[in-house]
């Protein structure tokens, strides 16, 4: 048995240094229990709530305190403890999901006696973290798994509608850090997911930081669970990279409207954002071309980078739903449906 440091300075009343450390042991939440080698009752102290005794009914035993099954299993684990000299240990569930451990070792008694101290230690609690920790580190596994299976797609993508070694570290360095972005807000909220509205901002302030106003955020600030917001992340980067490289004016109002809100769906509520991009070709890019070639003036636009199809295929893939997108000469338009349990909550802002 290990001894601990103590000292008592002189002078000090036996009676007085007993009562603080019976409150000390009160505060501890430590259960005494110290018997003879035959097992009566010698002291107890402590005894958690989940038990009880009444002191009227004269002196305490292992079955009356704590029932005849786990009376039984103490009783030879305390015999254990007398034949071997050496502190054993076990565990009890009380309740749906209380738990205490019980220490017992031998302790030198009154005279030549050996005595038996029992701690009981309420362990409820810390098994309830450890649980919560192994779901924790399950869930941690589980969605860094799907990140990289994002990035590796995201990486074959790129590298499949790149024609040079530039061009996909270009791409893809700024498809990994919207993922990054999105991953943080997702963290921030303790896995709970982001906000679409930051979904945004965060991309706005990466791409128009001088020119914020261009973009008008209509409808309802939900708040997409963690796939979601992923997904949804990447497909605004798309979206908004798209209207950076080809020249989306802004200068004379909001040119890319966009809208987060409910609607009903085959009889259930879903989801639904909708891009509106109102065009003014700059010269020099795809889109200043004949008016005569029509919708196909789009095609420049649409070929420079594969982010048709991840608006298209890969976003409302993962999200379980369906996306509309559509490029003409004066208009960029996005619409992607998803059910409405992808969004924990939301707040309205304007209407």
Request: charged share 20%.
């Given at each position: ?71 039984t299993r103490l009783r030879l684990l305390k015999l254990d403890v007398l034949a071997s000299g050496e502190t054993r240990s076990l565990e009890a569930a009380v309740g749906e999901d209380g738990l205490f451990g019980f220490r017992v070792e031998p302790v030198d008694g009154f005279g030549s006696d050996r005595h038996l ?235």
């Amino acid at each position: 048995m290990t001894h601990r440091l103590t000292w008592q300075g002189a002078g000090q009343p036996e009676a007085q240094l007993r009562e603080y450390l019976l409150l000390a042991l009160e505060r501890s939440g430590v259960c005494v229990l110290l018997q003879s080698a035959t097992q009566d009752y010698l002291y107890l102290a402590n005894l958690p709530p989940c038990w009880s005794f009444d002191p009227s009914d004269g002196a305490p035993s292992d079955a009356a305190l704590f029932g005849d099954d786990l009376a039984t299993r103490l009783r030879l684990l305390k015999l254990d403890v007398l034949a071997s000299g050496e502190t054993r240990s076990l565990e009890a569930a009380v309740g749906e999901d209380g738990l205490f451990g019980f220490r017992v070792e031998p302790v030198d008694g009154f005279g030549s006696d050996r005595h038996l101290l029992t701690t009981i230690t309420d362990l409820t609690e810390k098994t309830r973290r450890e649980k919560v920790l192994r779901a924790l580190l399950r869930e941690v596994s589980h969605r860094s798994k799907n990140l990289l299976a994002i990035i590796q797609s995201l990486a074959a993508q790129t590298a499949r509608h790149s024609t040079t070694l530039d061009q996909f570290l270009a791409r893809f360095r700024g498809r990994l850090y919207s993922l990054a972005q999105s991953q943080d807000l997702v963290t921030q909220s303790n896995w709970h997911g982001a906000r679409f509205r930051d979904l945004v901002r965060h991309q706005v302030d990466r791409y128009m930081p001088q020119n914020g106003a261009a973009v008008e955020i209509l409808g309802e600030d939900v708040l997409l669970d963690p796939n979601a917001a992923l997904h949804v992340g990447l497909a605004l980067h798309e979206l908004m990279v798209n209207a950076v490289s080809f020249g989306t004016a802004v200068s004379s109002g909001p040119p890319i409207a966009l809208r987060c809100g409910r609607v009903q769906e085959d009889g259930t509520e879903k989801l639904e954002i909708v891009w509106l991009e109102s065009i003014t070709p700059a010269p020099g890019h795809g889109l200043s071309q004949p008016a005569s070639r029509g919708a196909d003036q789009a095609e420049p636009r649409a070929e420079a980078h594969f982010g048709s199809t991840v608006l298209q295929r890969v976003v409302p893939a993962a999200v379980d739903g369906r996306a509309e997108y559509h490029l003409t000469p004066r208009l960029v338009s996005y619409r992607l449906v998803f059910p409405a349990q992808a969004a924990n909550g939301h707040d309205d802002l304007a209407p």
